[in-house]
């Protein structure tokens, strides 16, 4: 009897024990789950950190894919432009490609090329290959630029010329055969730019990634299936791009803008040293 005591008492005790372990377990997880006071580093609290290459990226890519609003090219561009492509304290829309003083939504191009601006596809549309969601619409790959310079740009990639010529009306853009690679005509913009242009050709491989093996035979220029995603020569000129110019307080303003229309975040402009983290080996 007295040894039926013990092992019942034995038992209760284990039991207790056990309860109180998973009550400890389940503290800990709450509060390994608390949020980061700084609102872009809570955005990218799913993304596993100490990844490196094409892990990395996917681990980006699940992030930047959730819960976007998709706009509607039609009705939605022009006026986010008016938000997200400003000059401080104004209303003149920031050109990539010119100087010209354009303002929202009075020099919007709506048939008339001369002294207006457009919707610029930086991955251009033609490439997609039918499929256009969400990215044919999606602010991180459209920007707001002189429809003549951006005709003249028709779907080239951009990337470094090799003694390229001005482009007419634009601000020192050049049209020429690329530096890298053999390619005969890319678009080249002025420095200062640079950095932007290829940070969003890295946000594309990053949030397209399973698509971009599925774009037409003009895309293969730059982009390939699978990782790295990108051909030689996209790998050195947009490497070469993010290094040369660095992350500048106009893309963290339009990024900071975008993320409130379309809730999602170019990462490589929050986090620029993830450009290594993913395409280190290669630089």
Not at 81 to 110: A, M
Not at 122 to 138: A, C, E, L, R
Not at 172 to 195: A, L, M, P, T
């Amino acid at each position: 009897m007295k040894k039926l005591l013990r092992i019942i008492s034995l038992s209760l005790l284990l039991i207790t024990y056990g309860c109180n372990t998973k009550e400890n377990q389940n503290d800990n997880l709450e509060d390994t789950s608390e949020e980061s006071s700084d609102p872009i580093e809570n955005y990218y609290k799913l993304v596993i950190k100490n990844l490196t290459g094409d892990s990395l990226l996917k681990s980006i890519n699940i992030v930047i894919k959730l819960n976007v609003k998709v706009l509607s090219y039609s009705s939605d561009l022009y006026p986010a432009y008016s938000k997200t492509d400003v000059y401080p304290n104004t209303t003149t829309i920031w050109d990539l490609y010119s100087t010209k003083n354009y303002n929202y939504p009075t020099d919007e191009n709506h048939g008339v090329q001369t002294g207006t601006y457009n919707r610029e596809h930086m991955i251009p549309q033609s490439w997609f290959n039918g499929i256009t969601t969400p990215i044919y619409s999606d602010l991180f790959n459209v920007y707001p630029t002189d429809s003549e310079v951006n005709a003249k740009r028709a779907n080239m990639p951009h990337g470094d010329t090799n003694n390229g010529t001005i482009v007419t009306g634009s601000d020192n853009c050049k049209i020429g055969r690329s530096k890298y690679g053999n390619i005969s005509q890319v678009f080249e913009v002025k420095d200062e730019y640079k950095g932007d242009i290829a940070r969003t050709y890295l946000y594309a491989a990053c949030r397209y990634y399973g698509d971009v093996g599925k774009w037409n035979a003009e895309a293969r220029s730059v982009f390939v299936t699978g990782y790295p995603y990108f051909t030689d020569f996209g790998l050195t000129q947009y490497l070469s791009w993010h290094i040369q110019d660095p992350v500048s307080e106009k893309e963290i303003y339009r990024n900071n803008e975008v993320y409130k229309l379309q809730n999602n975040r170019n990462p490589f402009i929050d986090h620029p040293e993830w450009v290594e983290s993913i395409w280190g080996s290669y630089m």
